[in-house]
Structures are given as structure tokens and as C-alpha cells.
């Protein structure tokens, strides 16, 4: 699999033999100091500068902005990434975690992060908004992944979505939820004007499903695996009837000042998805710790979500999240339409 994901990465740069030459000057240099056969002052100080500058131009910063449950999170907790990254000379810094993508979407669109990964559903939204981001990876949708649905109470009469007629759902408005909920109505030729979506964010929705406030709740996992097996809740819905992508946003200015620092975080990421899909046990150790769940609720949502696979988008990917975009702009979830292709990265290209 992580050749897989190789083949459609750039080959990043190594590093050069004359910056190691230069390194090499320098220790000798201060050899000499040391033992009283320096060369002149004027000589040694332009040596040292020209260090300085090739040190600065080789060494570059990448942010990663992160959610709880997602593979930068596990990514910090294991480290491997972080060293992959020093021995090319590119630092790391995390940013997180932010509660939701739209929050997440909003500190990289402010400086406070380069990278970070959301569903395209808050993606588009974001892009629409005006927020100046790019798509640089993405995550193929899996048609059979288990990790959305609209869940109810265990005791509720609801039990598929014909019943959610005059009910009111929870979704997060412009994202994932709403977009999921209008698909199963659109699927089973139930008006939208039927159904009255509650927009609250998801730390809101468990609370508001479990006291009875709503009736239902599009969403996605960890929460579902939560909400079924420690407050009882039961699907109405399985897989999702128009399965979307999950995509690594980049802020604008770091996808053109850093390329090469953005192409080698997103190989790097890539091997750590790798990673997550041959050891899916440790996987779910990893979610333990991140998002405090038990063990149980952690192998469920390992075994909801299945394999990932992170590349680099081509003209099918991005023709497909077109679709989307243009969908959401006739259900107006969208103020404006969304010239997918214009948003991929050019690091991506």
C-alpha cells in the first residue's frame, strides 16, 4: 500500500553534498580558533555567514493542524513522523486539537497552522466562504465504510428514515451531517422541507439526542461508536448513499513558499496511514489515549472506519468532489460555486 501512495508523490530533494562541504569548513574553523592558527577575522566571519545562510535556506517549518481521532494526532503520539521530517531538514509544530473542522479550517485560514485534514463537505464550505486554502491530498470515499449514519435513541419509534417526517435531526450545518441527511431523504424521495435539521455542533447533538431535544443525529465516528455502545443508540441508516471524500487542506501561502516542506509532509502522512492499516490494534490504543474512549468504543471505530489510503487527487477525484460541490450549491448549502480543479494545490499538480 505505501507504494501505492509513492507513485503519485514528487521525489523530495536530498540534501546537498556542498551544504555538508560548508558544515565541514565551519568545524574546521573553529578548530583553529581553539588552537591559535585561525585564519584572519574577515575570513572566518563571512564562513560562518555563509553557513547561516545555507542553513537558513534548507531549513523549512510545517504546522500541522489536527482534530482528535484523526492520523495527526496518532502521528504526534508515535514521533516517527516528526523524525522523518528533521532528517530533512523541515521542522514540525502542531497545531490542536480543534473541535471541529470548521475551527480547524479557520486557524489555517488565519496563520495558525499550514496543514489539516476535514471531510470535502466542510472543505467546500470553507473554500466557498472565501478562506484561502488549497486541496492537496485526499481520501477516496469507501462505499462500504461503516463510519456515518443517522442514529437514534435505542428507545425511539424511529426505525428507518421514512419515520424522520416531521422529526427534528441534528446535523452541523454545511458539513458532513447536513450532507448526509439530505442524500438518505433525496435516496428515499423524502422532501428536505419535511425534516427540520437543528445546526449544533457535535459536542452539542450527543447531549441534545441523548435528553431527548432532538430525534435523531447525522453524524459520523468516533461519535457514533459512542453514542451506540455507551448511550445506547441504534442506526436507522448504514452506509451512506453518496459516500464523500475526506481531503488535507493547505493554506495558500505555505502550499507556494514551502512546497517541497508541504510534498514531504503528506508522503510522510501517508506512510503513517500505512502504518494504521497493518496495525489496527495499535490503532485503536492510540484513539484510546487521544480522545479518552474506552477500548471497546476504540476497536469499533478502527473496524467502522477500515482501511485509508492517502493520495495525491487526479482528474477523477477532482471531478467527483466537483459533483459535490455543484450539489451543494443547488441545495444552496453553498453562497457560491466552487471551481474544484482551481482549488488542488500546486504542489499537487
Given at each position: 500500500m505505501l507504494n501505492q501512495f509513492k507513485k503519485y508523490l514528487f521525489l523530495l530533494p536530498q540534501r546537498s553534498n556542498n551544504s555538508l562541504s560548508a558544515l565541514l569548513v565551519a568545524s574546521f574553523c573553529l578548530g583553529w580558533a581553539i588552537s591559535g592558527c585561525a585564519p584572519s577575522k574577515s575570513a572566518n566571519t563571512n564562513t560562518a555567514q555563509n553557513v547561516s545562510n545555507q542553513t537558513q535556506e534548507k531549513t523549512s517549518l510545517i504546522r500541522l493542524g489536527y482534530q482528535k481521532g484523526g492520523v495527526v494526532p496518532i502521528a504526534r503520539q508515535r514521533g516517527e513522523l516528526e523524525n522523518k521530517l528533521a532528517a530533512q531538514n523541515i521542522k514540525v509544530e502542531w497545531a490542536g486539537p480543534f473541535d471541529r473542522c470548521a475551527t480547524l479550517l479557520q486557524a489555517?485560514?488565519?496563520?495558525?497552522?499550514?496543514?489539516?485534514?476535514?471531510?470535502?463537505?466542510?472543505?467546500l464550505s470553507a473554500i466557498a466562504a472565501g478562506q484561502e486554502l488549497c486541496i492537496g491530498a485526499v481520501q477516496r470515499?469507501?462505499?462500504?465504510?461503516?463510519?456515518?449514519?443517522i442514529v437514534v435513541r435505542g428507545d425511539s419509534p424511529i426505525r428507518k428514515p421514512a419515520d424522520l417526517v416531521g422529526k427534528k435531526v441534528a446535523v452541523n450545518q454545511a458539513g458532513a451531517g447536513e450532507y448526509l441527511l439530505l442524500k438518505v431523504l433525496e435516496k428515499e424521495n423524502i422532501s428536505k422541507d419535511k425534516v427540520q435539521r437543528v445546526f449544533l455542533a457535535p459536542t452539542d447533538a450527543a447531549p441534545a439526542l441523548y435528553q431527548g431535544t432532538v430525534d435523531a443525529w447525522a453524524v459520523w465516528e468516533p461519535y457514533i461508536s459512542v453514542a451506540e455502545l455507551e448511550h445506547g443508540a441504534r442506526r436507522i441508516t448504514t452506509t451512506h448513499p453518496a459516500p464523500t471524500y475526506s481531503v488535507m487542506l493547505v493554506r495558500n501561502e505555505a502550499a507556494a513558499k514551502?512546497?517541497?516542506?508541504?510534498?514531504?509532509a503528506f508522503s510522510g502522512l501517508g506512510e503513517e496511514y500505512d502504518w494504521l492499516n497493518v496495525n489496527t490494534a495499535k490503532s485503536a490504543e492510540f484513539l484510546v489515549k487521544d480522545i479518552k474512549i474506552s477500548p471497546d468504543v476504540a476497536k469499533r471505530v478502527t473496524e467502522n472506519q477500515g482501511p485509508q489510503l492517502l493520495v495525491i487527487p487526479n482528474a477523477d477525484d477532482v471531478a467527483k468532489i466537483q459533483k459535490t460541490a455543484d450539489w451543494m450549491l443547488e441545495q444552496k448549502i453553498l453562497p457560491k460555486r466552487v471551481d474544484v480543479a482551481a482549488t488542488v494545490c500546486p504542489t499537487a499538480k
Amino acid at each position: 500500500m505505501l507504494n501505492q501512495f509513492k507513485k503519485y508523490l514528487f521525489l523530495l530533494p536530498q540534501r546537498s553534498n556542498n551544504s555538508l562541504s560548508a558544515l565541514l569548513v565551519a568545524s574546521f574553523c573553529l578548530g583553529w580558533a581553539i588552537s591559535g592558527c585561525a585564519p584572519s577575522k574577515s575570513a572566518n566571519t563571512n564562513t560562518a555567514q555563509n553557513v547561516s545562510n545555507q542553513t537558513q535556506e534548507k531549513t523549512s517549518l510545517i504546522r500541522l493542524g489536527y482534530q482528535k481521532g484523526g492520523v495527526v494526532p496518532i502521528a504526534r503520539q508515535r514521533g516517527e513522523l516528526e523524525n522523518k521530517l528533521a532528517a530533512q531538514n523541515i521542522k514540525v509544530e502542531w497545531a490542536g486539537p480543534f473541535d471541529r473542522c470548521a475551527t480547524l479550517l479557520q486557524a489555517i485560514s488565519a496563520n495558525q497552522a499550514d496543514i489539516g485534514g476535514c471531510g470535502d463537505i466542510p472543505g467546500l464550505s470553507a473554500i466557498a466562504a472565501g478562506q484561502e486554502l488549497c486541496i492537496g491530498a485526499v481520501q477516496r470515499p469507501r462505499p462500504e465504510s461503516l463510519s456515518s449514519a443517522i442514529v437514534v435513541r435505542g428507545d425511539s419509534p424511529i426505525r428507518k428514515p421514512a419515520d424522520l417526517v416531521g422529526k427534528k435531526v441534528a446535523v452541523n450545518q454545511a458539513g458532513a451531517g447536513e450532507y448526509l441527511l439530505l442524500k438518505v431523504l433525496e435516496k428515499e424521495n423524502i422532501s428536505k422541507d419535511k425534516v427540520q435539521r437543528v445546526f449544533l455542533a457535535p459536542t452539542d447533538a450527543a447531549p441534545a439526542l441523548y435528553q431527548g431535544t432532538v430525534d435523531a443525529w447525522a453524524v459520523w465516528e468516533p461519535y457514533i461508536s459512542v453514542a451506540e455502545l455507551e448511550h445506547g443508540a441504534r442506526r436507522i441508516t448504514t452506509t451512506h448513499p453518496a459516500p464523500t471524500y475526506s481531503v488535507m487542506l493547505v493554506r495558500n501561502e505555505a502550499a507556494a513558499k514551502s512546497p517541497e516542506a508541504v510534498k514531504a509532509a503528506f508522503s510522510g502522512l501517508g506512510e503513517e496511514y500505512d502504518w494504521l492499516n497493518v496495525n489496527t490494534a495499535k490503532s485503536a490504543e492510540f484513539l484510546v489515549k487521544d480522545i479518552k474512549i474506552s477500548p471497546d468504543v476504540a476497536k469499533r471505530v478502527t473496524e467502522n472506519q477500515g482501511p485509508q489510503l492517502l493520495v495525491i487527487p487526479n482528474a477523477d477525484d477532482v471531478a467527483k468532489i466537483q459533483k459535490t460541490a455543484d450539489w451543494m450549491l443547488e441545495q444552496k448549502i453553498l453562497p457560491k460555486r466552487v471551481d474544484v480543479a482551481a482549488t488542488v494545490c500546486p504542489t499537487a499538480k
